[in-house]
């Protein structure tokens, strides 16, 4: 896994990688990920932001795919 993420003034935007392996005797999965996202701070304790996600899977001889997923963050703290 490699992430990094920058903010300036209310704004903050990052970018993630994730690399995985999984093996069982017979059996082995490999997945890799993309994550992006950003994120605006309205006021004190209160953020939205956005992730995009795009995933690959390589099941071996279970076949693979891809998938994407997207999300609207919104966080509250007190």
């Known amino acids: 896994t490699l992430g990094i993420s920058y ?11 994730l690399d995985d392996e999984v093996s069982t005797p017979g ?34 001889i279970a076949g693979d795919y891809d998938a994407q997923s997207a999300g609207l963050v919104l966080s509250v703290a007190f």
């Open 7 to 17: 903010a300036t003034g209310p704004w903050t935007v990052g970018v993630a990688y």
């Open 27 to 60: 059996f082995s999965v490999d997945t890799t990920t993309w994550q992006t996202g950003g994120g605006y701070n309205l006021g004190s304790g209160v953020d939205i932001g956005l992730d995009l996600q795009m995933t690959n899977v390589d099941a071996g």
